[in-house]
């Protein structure tokens, strides 16, 4: 399946009737056109640029709701906060270990070698989360302060 972009993810979510207030086309329109996979804050923070005045709670609101109706991701790192993706269709993730930026793995080749195997099992694939782990390459270039350096 190949990434939709913003128009195109509004024509078919009219198409299917869903009311697109204002904030939730910001909203889609932020995280169809980053590459960054921002917080809820970080949302809030970007589209209160151009919205002004639209609260938190729209945001984890309206957040939840594209995420249900399967138009963005959310991913979830079991530290309390989510990410969000604007890119629907499955891929696989670079997660770095110590500043939490989020990457697209941009190669099919990688994305699809579990599910092709899983084929074989008889087990059908629904959805799946790759993620591999490590330092980005600032993190690289950039030595860890420590208690022993500081």
Known sequence: MQRLGFEETIAELRANGVRLTPQRQWILRYLKETHSHPTAEQVHHEVSKALGGISLATVYNTLHTLTKMGVIRELSYGDGSSRFDGNETEHAHLVCEQCGIVLDVDSPEVEHILPKDLERTGFKVRS???????LCEDCQATPRKTFANN
């Open 128 to 134: 799946y989360r790759l993620e591999y782990y490590g």
